[in-house]
């Protein structure tokens, strides 16, 4: 699915699924050769093994599912679709990086700079600006199942199998805010780059004005910042995306037509949390820079270059 039409549509309900739901705690009776003339002790010793048997409880079986409506509900609320605004001009501020890289940290400092005004409504950082926020974080928090999974001894398995689904629900909510031309803010790793740079140029072919935002760091850092919201959260950080994520920049900055920045994510020291940010560089995206006479488009060469000497591992730690 891709995140907004290429042409507009008439209005549409918010998504809804359909899933069959299997019902995993159902067993299938054992067939028996010998069930006549059972002796005495044949029967105490399989009363037995139940006994044992009913004593370990097993792990529960989960089943994916999509959100209800009310969690459906609650996941939009909570990504601020309800209370951003619709607007003649929209915009949307894509922020790329890795995980964990600290793009989430940074989107309500970085927003106002590109025109997305504050809406401090909230005591919810996360929606104190007039935007929709494109976030599968939102969708995990108010799904029932994911809440569930994660309190168990296999949660790991919760975030691979919840994927899809998560990011079906993630797709239908964003389609919808640009069917209403609500601003957006879109953290994305990008690791399906053909994907990313469809959904942009739709939004551009909608109206959109679409900024970029590059947040980056060396890979331990993000390592160390992944492995430690994965035993918070329940999502997988895996260190093997990383450079993916890197090397889709610079192709999505080229084909934006709004303004571009880079910058380089800090760990602000002696506090529990928060980040500081330095930036690397900035300018006019390629859609953008192609009808200007200055400043012209980024070279995709220096913005890689740019990017490799950031992320490049401290000499000494």
């Known amino acids: 699915m891709q995140c907004c039409p290429r042409r507009a549509r008439k209005a549409e309900r918010p998504m809804s699924f359909d899933a069959e739901i299997r019902d995993g705690a159902g067993g299938t009776a054992k067939n028996r050769d010998d069930s006549c003339g059972i002796g005495a002790s044949s029967i105490s010793t399989e009363l037995e093994e139940r006994s044992v048997e009913s004593d370990q409880s097993p792990q529960p079986r989960f089943e994916s599912r999509p959100l209800s409506d009310e969690e459906r509900r609650q996941a939009w609320q909570n990504a601020n679709f309800f209370d951003a605004t619709e607007q003649a001009q929209p915009l949307a501020l894509w922020i790329l990086g890795p995980s964990s890289v600290g793009k989430s940290t940074i989107t309500v400092d970085a927003a106002p700079m590109y025109s997305i005004p504050r809406c401090p409504t909230s005591d919810d950082r996360r929606r104190q600006l007039d935007a929709v926020t494109i976030d599968g974080e939102f969708m995990r928090d108010a799904h029932g199942l994911w809440k569930e999974w994660v309190q168990t001894d296999d949660w790991r398995s919760a975030y691979p199998a919840l994927k899809a689904v998560i990011n079906k629900e993630k797709d239908g909510m964003c389609l919808e805010a640009v069917r209403r031309r609500k601003n957006l803010i879109i953290p994305q790793t990008a690791l399906k780059l053909p994907k990313a740079m469809s959904e942009m140029e739709d939004m551009m072919k909608s109206g959109y004005t679409v900024h970029v935002l590059a947040v980056v760091a060396p890979l331990a850092e993000c390592q160390r910042r992944g492995r430690k919201r994965e035993q918070q959260t329940g999502k997988r950080y895996q260190p093997s995306e990383f450079q993916k994520s890197i090397d889709a920049i610079p192709a999505l900055v080229a084909i934006s037509n709004g ?16 980040m500081d940010f330095e930036l690397l560089r900035e300018g006019y995206g390629g859609a953008a820079a192609s009808g200007l006479s200055a400043p012209t488009a980024p070279l995709p060469e220096m913005i890689e270059a740019v990017i490799s000497k950031a992320v490049e591992p401290a000499a000494c730690d």
Do not use: D, P
Not at 259 to 271: M, N
């Open 259 to 274: 303004k571009y920045a880079i910058v380089r994510a800090l760990e602000r020291e002696g506090a529990s949390h928060g």
